[in-house]
């Protein structure tokens, strides 16, 4: 139904950048909100970005003025740019989308499969 593909994870020594993609694609009318979430080993989910279609975003404190999250609503498309990584961000990221499939279906969430993000020296 609703497919959404992260890219642009991989190995990143402390202090440097990483730029995630994720595309979503299938039966799509409308994507209300897209973002990020993140898990790292012996950790629980946590929400790292979002964003609105009208473009408001939303970060939690660890990651403020680090990272941004854009989009291009057009192609359906969420990024995430990462800078100044910390260990501490070592963790596979997922991306999320709320979508309204097809006309008069309620939103449901969609999940990527994740791409792996180690920071590391």
């Known amino acids: 139904q609703v497919q959404l593909v992260e890219s642009g994870g991989g190995l990143v020594q402390p202090g440097g950048s990483l730029r995630l993609s994720c595309a979503a694609s299938?039966?799509?009318?409308?994507?209300?909100?897209m973002g990020w979430f993140r898990q790292g080993p012996g950790k629980q989910r946590e929400l790292v970005a979002s964003i609105t279609s009208g473009g408001t975003t939303t970060y939690p404190d660890s990651v403020k003025g680090r990272f941004t999250i854009s989009r291009d609503n057009g192609k359906n498309t969420v990024y995430l740019q990462m800078n100044s990584l910390k260990r501490e961000d070592t963790a596979v990221y997922y991306c999320?989308?709320?979508?309204?499939?097809?006309?008069?279906?309620?939103?449901?969430?969609?999940w990527g499969q994740g791409t792996q993000v180690t920071v590391s020296s």
């Open positions: 999320n989308a709320d979508v309204i499939a097809r006309l008069g279906w309620s939103p449901r969430n969609y």
């Open positions: 299938g039966s799509i009318l409308k994507i209300n909100a």
